[in-house]
């Protein structure tokens, strides 16, 4: 709908005001051939206008990202400049690594350091190493953490070429070889969280068939499949794993799932449409689109599973954030996004106001 209304915006120009303009063409009547070459180039701009706007990848792209939270303060990577802190009391970012990407995980914020391979725990403003973490090398890609425990950094990410599309590692932190503990053949994992000694996942293998969200036990148990989806259906969903529930967003709104597989049942017609969602006092928090009239508009809404509420934060727009949000990290007394245009920003809660904190 967003596109639409752009559209109707680029090419609702009355032949009035352009007359206006120009009087000495007041009276000059156009012939339906020029009408129509008139109209089709109207339409061209537009479309290569809406392409320029929503096309995947297109237009500057922030170099900010792996938002973690430290009470109010904030931990951030900046793409070629560092790893840092922020604290919210002084509204001063101190940098503590000239690179690394941070992870929230249900044991603390850690940080991967990708030159040198080394794994730190964050503690405040400092940095504490444990070791490295030489897993680069088993997947297609940097992979992603998923926490740290029992002497083991748990890991999840693409295969490598001609291998498993998915693979979840852990390497030892005193040293040593890597070790795969799931392989995913066929089965691209989109996202996965380790909580306890069980593994969640959300799979999605393709087109023809469907995906599922499982739960693989560590210790070498039964794999259960808590949900599964139709063909082509899980191309329009997004799974959210959180310490109480799991949370389904679907074209039509938002649903929760037990995490020994009772449900989904609805919560709200408002879902997640980024991955800027996060889990702050028992609430969801998440970038979406809000019905208005004929169109749509752009907010920052929370919902209360417990209770079924739903609350709008912030309106988004006019001086906020015209695009959307990539990231998002929500504390007690505001939050911190990611505007993929402009850079990071806090928004205090109390004050209804945005600060930004680092550019692009």
């Given at each position: 709908?967003?596109?639409?209304?752009?559209?109707?915006?680029?090419?609702?120009?009355?032949?009035?005001?352009?007359?206006?303009?120009?009087?000495?063409?007041?009276?000059?009547?156009?012939?339906?051939?020029?009408?129509?070459?008139?109209?089709?180039?109207?339409?061209?701009?537009?479309?290569?206008?809406?392409?320029?706007?929503?096309?995947?990848?297109?237009?500057?792209?922030?170099?900010?990202?792996?938002?973690?939270?430290?009470?109010?303060?904030?931990?951030?990577?900046?793409?070629?400049?560092?790893?840092?802190?922020?604290?919210?009391?002084?509204?001063?970012?101190?940098?503590?690594?000239?690179?690394?990407?941070?992870?929230?995980?249900?044991?603390?914020?850690?940080?991967?350091?990708?030159?040198?391979?080394?794994?730190?725990?964050?503690?405040?403003?400092?940095?504490?190493?444990?070791?490295?973490?030489?897993?680069?090398g088993l997947f297609g890609g940097v992979p992603e953490l998923l926490d740290v425990k029992n002497d083991f950094a748990y890991w999840?990410?693409?295969?490598?070429?001609?291998?498993?599309?998915?693979?979840?590692?852990?390497?030892?932190?005193?040293?040593?070889?890597?070790?795969?503990?799931?392989?995913?053949?066929?089965?691209?994992?989109?996202?996965?969280?380790?909580?306890?000694?069980?593994?969640?996942?959300?799979?999605?293998?393709?087109?023809?068939?469907?995906?599922?969200?499982?739960?693989?036990?560590?210790?070498?148990?039964?794999?259960?499949?808590?949900?599964?989806?139709?063909?082509?259906?899980?191309?329009?969903?997004?799974?959210?794993?959180?310490?109480?529930?799991?949370?389904?967003?679907?074209?039509?709104?938002?649903?929760?799932?037990?995490?020994?597989?009772?449900?989904?049942?609805?919560?709200?017609?408002?879902?997640?449409?980024?991955?800027?969602?996060?889990?702050?006092?028992?609430?969801?928090?998440?970038?979406?689109?809000?019905?208005?009239?004929?169109?749509?508009?752009?907010?920052?809404?929370?919902?209360?599973?417990?209770?079924?509420?739903?609350?709008?934060?912030?309106?988004?727009?006019?001086?906020?954030?015209?695009?959307?949000?990539?990231?998002?990290?929500?504390?007690?007394?505001?939050?911190?996004?990611?505007?993929?245009?402009?850079?990071?920003?806090?928004?205090?809660?109390?004050?209804?106001?945005?600060?930004?904190?680092?550019?692009?």
């Amino acid at each position: 709908m967003k596109q639409e209304r752009i559209l109707r915006v680029l090419c609702q120009v009355e032949e009035r005001y352009i007359a206006e303009a120009d009087p000495e063409k007041k009276q000059k009547r156009k012939s339906p051939a020029l009408r129509a070459l008139a109209a089709a180039a109207c339409v061209c701009l537009c479309a290569v206008g809406a392409f320029r706007l929503f096309a995947p990848g297109m237009g500057k792209d922030s170099r900010v990202s792996h938002l973690a939270a430290a009470g109010e303060d904030l931990y951030y990577s900046v793409q070629g400049k560092g790893a840092y802190y922020y604290e919210n009391k002084t509204q001063t970012s101190t940098r503590l690594l000239p690179g690394g990407l941070f992870f929230e995980t249900p044991s603390g914020v850690f940080l991967y350091e990708e030159e040198e391979k080394a794994l730190y725990r964050m503690e405040e403003k400092e940095a504490v190493p444990l070791g490295r973490a030489d897993a680069e090398g088993l997947f297609g890609g940097v992979p992603e953490l998923l926490d740290v425990k029992n002497d083991f950094a748990y890991w999840v990410g693409s295969g490598p070429e001609n291998g498993p599309e998915s693979l979840v590692v852990k390497t030892p932190l005193a040293g040593g070889g890597a070790e795969t503990v799931r392989e995913f053949w066929g089965r691209r994992v989109l996202t996965a969280a380790l909580l306890g000694e069980t593994l969640y996942y959300y799979s999605d293998p393709g087109p023809d068939i469907g995906g599922q969200i499982g739960a693989l036990p560590l210790s070498g148990g039964k794999e259960r499949i808590l949900y599964s989806f139709g063909p082509g259906v899980q191309f329009q969903n997004r799974v959210f794993f959180t310490p109480e529930i799991i949370l389904l967003s679907r074209p039509d709104g938002l649903y929760s799932l037990g995490y020994e597989g009772a449900g989904p049942e609805f919560l709200s017609p408002l879902a997640p449409t980024t991955n800027a969602f996060d889990w702050h006092g028992g609430r969801a928090w998440f970038y979406t689109a809000v019905p208005q009239g004929d169109f749509y508009r752009d907010a920052f809404v929370w919902v209360d599973p417990a209770t079924k509420e739903t609350g709008e934060q912030i309106a988004v727009g006019n001086g906020v954030s015209p695009y959307t949000y990539r990231e998002a990290v929500v504390c007690d007394g505001g939050c911190y996004f990611v505007d993929p245009q402009k850079g990071l920003f806090y928004h205090s809660f109390a004050e209804n106001t945005d600060l930004l904190i680092q550019k692009d």
